[in-house]
């Protein structure tokens, strides 16, 4: 099973700066990678998908990147909007595993 | 406009058989490379996987759950049908479906299934 490992669990911003949210995989997924995001008492939300790929309708300030084993979500300015906890999934490999998350929280 | 819907009981005895189903709209599982997933999500923690099937009927299953888990799909009535045998309070959590292009692009709002005595 590919373990995916997300870091930080919490991540403490203020609105306005840049948040840095990273997955690690434990065997390469290629680009298969997605990331989501999750609103208290909603069903998750995908990002981006291909590692890279912003999904229909997801603002520019969302970046992704990475390939093989890492991976990178970057939000760039953050809105208020943006304070959620963050999935990484990976689709290369059976199982489909996602990360624990990780929770974006005002500074 | 894809949409899904969680349907099932919100509450089940230990040992119980769990029977969810998946109303979709927008997309039909009989069109080549369309699949549905069911995710669960226990209160507080992380999302996990648990199955799939593809408008072939391929099913894939969570290898730790795979014996527990059966998945069907009707397609002339938009449906898919996720069973969970012999749950226990572990399994506690909000069960999702979603459509499936690779990844899981459009989720149906969940349903919280409680499994206590």
């Known amino acids: 099973e590919t373990v995916m490992t997300q870091s930080p669990a919490t991540l403490s911003v203020s609105p306005g700066e840049r948040a840095t949210l990273s997955c690690r995989a434990s065997q390469s997924v290629s680009s298969n990678l997605a990331w989501y995001q999750q609103k208290p008492g909603q069903a998750p939300r995908l990002l981006i998908y291909?590692?890279?790929t912003r999904a229909t309708g997801i603002p520019a300030r969302f970046s992704g990147s990475g390939s093989g084993t890492e991976f990178t979500l970057t939000i760039s300015s953050l809105q208020s909007e943006d304070f959620a906890v963050y999935y990484c999934q990976q689709y290369n490999n059976w199982p489909l595993t996602f990360g624990q998350g990780t929770r974006l929280e005002i500074k | 406009q894809i949409t899904l819907k969680e349907s099932g009981p919100t509450l089940v005895k230990p040992t119980q058989t769990l029977t969810l189903t998946c109303t979709f709209s927008?997309?039909?599982?009989?069109?080549?490379?369309?699949?549905v997933g069911w995710i669960r999500q226990p209160p507080g923690k992380a999302l996990e996987w648990l199955a799939l099937?593809?408008?072939?009927?391929?099913?894939r299953y969570s290898p730790s759950l795979k014996s527990r888990l059966t998945i069907t799909k009707d397609t002339s009535k938009n449906q898919v049908v996720l069973t969970m045998t012999n749950m226990d309070p572990v399994d506690t959590a909000t069960y999702y479906c979603a459509h499936e292009d690779a990844n899981f692009d459009y989720w149906g709002q969940g349903t919280l299934v409680t499994v206590s005595s």
């Open positions: 291909g590692a890279s």
């Open positions: 099937i593809y408008w072939d009927d391929d099913k």
């Open positions: 927008g997309f039909s599982l009989s069109t080549s490379g369309v699949g």
